[in-house]
């Protein structure tokens, strides 16, 4: 079965440092998102995109957050400049569409900042 | 804006009673519902979903979840609980237009042998 799959498992890095996480959507999936969790807490929407832009973002996601789909099977999420609070699980899903479209969840990659 | 309700943090049932794990939610229009669950370490595994039609939806594992639009409810149940039924449960809801999914605080349930 087709699953969503994430690298690292497991990042650490110093505050202000920029750290990629990337994300293999399944294939045929149209489009893409990235939650987070901070640990003991709920999930948290990102950010999604489709056909190579961003369709709807959080406040979370500020200008030290970007995404790109760099060659048409990976879609990354970039902070440029971790902090402290950045410290969560992210994960990265993806979906054939919108609205009652199942969302496929990869394994989060954990990000620590220290 | 669109948000969600899980009233319990913690549901502990005993081995082959029946369990439920409470969703309540609110949006504008009619909503997309979801159910996940998360075991330790893992990512977020799809159970059910309503989208339209039934009001009882049948999932993975032997889950269903009822879809109730006056009580804005959509509660997850089990007849008959295993002990690998142990997890977290996230209730979601997104709405008609959108991609984005809203997560309740996630129920921790407890199934003892």
């Known amino acids: 079965e087709p699953e969503v799959t994430q690298t690292p498992s497991h990042q650490v890095t110093q505050m202000g440092q920029e750290v990629i996480l990337r994300c293999v959507p399944i294939?045929?999936?149209?489009?893409f998102y990235w939650y987070r969790q901070i640990l003991g807490q709920k999930v948290e929407f990102l950010v999604s995109?489709?056909?190579?832009?961003?369709?709807?973002k959080s406040e979370i996601f500020d200008d030290q957050f970007s995404v790109e789909r760099p060659d048409g099977s990976n879609f990354t999420l970039k902070i440029r400049s971790t902090k402290l609070e950045d410290s969560a699980m992210y994960f990265c899903?993806?979906?054939?569409?919108?609205?009652?479209?199942?969302?496929?969840f990869g394994p989060g990659t954990r990000l620590l900042v220290l | 804006a669109q948000s969600v309700a899980q009233p319990e943090d913690q549901v502990n049932v005993a081995e082959g009673n029946p369990l439920t794990v409470k969703c309540t939610y609110s949006?504008?229009?009619?909503?997309?519902l979801f159910w996940y669950v998360q075991y330790p370490n893992r990512g977020l595994q799809f159970l059910l979903k309503?989208?339209?039609?039934?009001?009882l939806v049948k999932g993975s594992y032997g889950f269903e979840a009822e879809f109730n639009k006056s009580q804005t409810s959509f509660h997850l149940k089990k007849p008959s609980a295993l002990v690998s039924d142990s997890a977290l449960y996230f209730c979601?809801?997104?709405?008609?237009?959108?991609?984005?999914?809203?997560f309740g605080d996630g129920t921790t349930l407890t199934v003892k042998p």
């Open positions: 899903a993806s979906s054939l569409g919108e609205g009652g479209e199942t969302q496929y």
């Open positions: 294939s045929n999936h149209l489009y």
């Open positions: 995109f489709y056909n190579n832009e961003i369709s709807e």
């Open positions: 949006v504008s229009g009619n909503p997309y």
């Open positions: 309503y989208i339209t039609g039934d009001n």
């Open positions: 979601a809801v997104r709405d008609r237009g959108g991609g984005k999914s809203t």
